[in-house]
């Protein structure tokens, strides 16, 4: 046969041929439909579609992998007043070191009179300690803003105050109580 006559033959037969696949489920209504008769046939089993339930597991392994991969290489990072220059490390080593010796002395020179301002003032410093976690994650972010370095030294020297106050009143308190008891006759 010469390929022209097959080419006029398809080009005469154009639009009535059947060239769409049967559905999926084809097969099985057609033995439906076969049992609806009388007749006996034995369906197949059915084929489990394995490829959805995967495809989706799949995907879900993959964001999460994609998730924690994220979170790994970029953590929230955060810099102190050492990262800015040599001379804002000895800012922050100057206080650090200050507030440190406050301390001591303040756990030192307390008493059962003064716990409830001892509690007070650590409750305080806790607080500005949280201030100052969130002004480290400001300073990676605002590229090291002046303003918020000035905020960084501002909060450590609070807190110097802050207990230099507490360590005046507790040596009031104890001055005021050894005096109180010089004055007492026995």
Avoid at 27 to 33: A, D, P, T
Avoid at 62 to 73: D, K, N, S, V, W
Avoid at 102 to 111: A, C, G, H, Y
């Amino acid at each position: 046969m010469n390929t022209d006559s097959i080419k006029k033959l398809f080009d005469r037969m154009n639009g009535q041929l059947d060239t769409h696949e049967p559905s999926v489920d084809h097969q099985v209504r057609f033995l439906e439909k076969l049992q609806q008769q009388h007749k006996i046939v034995q369906l197949p089993p059915k084929k489990q579609n394995w490829y959805r339930p995967l495809a989706i597991a799949t995907s879900v392994a993959i964001l999460f992998g994609i998730a924690t991969t994220a979170m790994f290489l970029n953590p929230e990072k955060e810099a102190d007043l050492a990262s800015v220059s040599p001379q804002m490390q000895e800012t922050q080593s100057f206080f650090t070191s200050a507030i440190e010796s406050q301390l001591e002395e303040i756990n030192k020179i307390s008493s059962q009179e003064t716990k409830a301002l001892v509690k007070d003032a650590m409750l305080q410093i806790e607080k500005l300690e949280t201030d100052y976690e969130y002004l480290k994650k400001d300073l990676v972010s605002s590229g090291n803003d002046k303003r918020v370095i000035s905020a960084m030294i501002k909060n450590f020297q609070k807190r110097a105050n802050l207990l230099e106050k507490v360590l005046q009143k507790i040596n009031d308190i104890n001055n005021f109580k050894l005096s109180k008891n010089e004055n007492s006759i026995l």
